[in-house]
């Protein structure tokens, strides 16, 4: 059932597997199947207790303990939220990856498997396609992918090797192995969208629909999204340059409107730090503007994008650091931990060498400068105190580089 093209990937990125296991039927399913492929030894599980109901903490000890009778560590990482607790999806997903990133980094792991199946591919698919989404968010789930969040997942990869698998295919694994499993009172949740769809979704197979039909359409846009992002990537290296700002030639940015808009969505993040790139629809109204030889400046998504006659030039928009009138509050300074590496604002990391240094925005540009005792340097002028490096490139990697030089089989 495991998909062999995303296997050898996964084998090819070094280190251990780190299994995202809820102790659900298919969780379990993948933690065994990952097992019998390479290893206890290689293998590692990161239960999340997300906290939000009771009853999370047993449940979550239990999924630890599966891990235990196949010999594989695990370790429980329990999420805080100091604001109070959020029960929407998303926050819960954003908190979860990025419990799963930091766990991750910890043990050098460089890839995460979740084990979503071909029933969630089907039912993103479907939820997707009811919200009007374009062609590219029905491509759904990707097998390997860059982590799905910035920056905590920078340089960290997402494994999906059973999409492929039909969830009672996985069921049936499990009752063959003997192995226990824990069913998620939340699976059985109308409250939530995906519970509802996967009950729509249900009765339409009933009625003779084959849900199957919509993972082959998001495979055959997958093809195509992955296309895409080959030829985007191919033109920013052909076009743009990194410092200090990001730069695009204009005589070099020359290619169909879709690759375009998907190259400068993607460099409009990497300028802004942002941890999702802009719509190709939004792109397909900006893109021609701001390449335009007459274009007069402006700003879009927290970029500044200046007229440099041969080059249009992207930097972050200053009030989107500093505040602004229209509600941009100014960003906060961040205490810097000594030989610990913490990114700013999504794109400056930095890591200081020894305490009491804290970075700041800069006063008049949109850029960071670290302070100390009232002694305030930018950051050139503090090499040797503390390291650091933009993330421009990073960024470009993790939105285009995953699916388009993906590891390669050792």
């Not at 090797?161 to 039909?166: Q, S, V």
């Not at 410092?243 to 030639?249: A, D, K, L, Q, W």
């Not at 005589?251 to 802009?278: C, I, K, Y």
Request: positive net charge.
């Amino acid at each position: 059932m495991l998909d062999r093209l995303t296997i050898e990937r996964m084998r090819a990125t070094g280190g251990p597997v780190l299994v995202a296991l809820s102790g659900g039927g298919d969780s379990v399913a993948l933690l065994g199947m990952l097992v019998a492929e390479f290893g206890a030894d290689a293998v590692r599980a990161g239960v999340v207790d997300h906290a939000l109901r009771e009853g999370s903490d047993a449940d979550a000890r239990r999924a630890l303990g599966f891990a235990e009778a196949v010999r594989v560590q695990g370790a429980l990482l329990t999420l805080a939220w100091p604001e109070g607790a959020n029960r929407a999806q998303q926050a819960t997903r954003k908190a979860r990856y990025a419990a799963l990133c930091e766990h991750a980094r910890q043990i050098g792991a460089h890839v995460i498997a979740t084990a979503h199946s071909s029933d969630d591919q089907a039912e993103t698919v479907f939820m997707r396609a009811g919200v009007g989404s374009s062609w590219r968010g029905l491509a759904g789930i990707a097998p390997f992918a860059a982590a799905p969040i910035w920056p905590e997942g920078r340089g960290l990869y997402v494994a999906r090797p059973l999409l492929g698998a039909r969830r009672e295919q996985l069921r049936a694994y499990l009752r063959e192995q003997g192995a226990e499993w824990i069913e998620d009172p939340a699976n059985a949740n109308p409250r939530f969208e995906r519970v509802r769809i996967r009950a729509r979704l249900a009765n339409l197979e009933a009625a003779g629909f084959d849900p199957m039909r919509l993972v082959a359409l998001a495979a055959r846009l997958r093809t195509q999204a992955d296309a895409l992002d080959r030829a985007a990537l191919a033109l920013i290296e052909r076009a743009a340059t990194f410092e200090p700002n990001i730069s695009i030639t204009r005589d070099a940015w020359r290619a169909p409107d879709l690759v375009r808009q998907r190259a400068l969505a993607v460099l409009t993040a990497a300028a802004s730090g942002g941890a999702r790139e802009a719509s190709l629809a939004t792109m397909a109204e900006l893109e021609p503007r701001v390449v335009a030889p007459d274009y007069e400046g402006g700003t879009h998504g927290g970029v500044g994008f200046r007229n440099a006659g041969a080059r249009l030039v992207l930097s972050r928009d200053p009030g989107a650091v500093l505040g602004r009138a229209d509600g941009a509050a100014p960003l906060h300074s961040v205490e810097l931990p000594v030989n610990v590496t913490k990114v700013w604002d999504g794109r400056i990391a930095i890591t200081a060498r020894e305490p009491g240094w804290r970075a700041v925005p800069e006063r008049n540009a949109a850029f960071v400068a670290v302070e100390k005792g009232g002694r305030r340097l930018t950051l050139q002028a503090a090499n040797g105190l503390l390291d650091w490096r933009s993330l421009a490139r990073d960024r470009v990697s993790h939105a285009l580089g995953a699916t388009v030089n993906p590891p390669k089989p050792l």
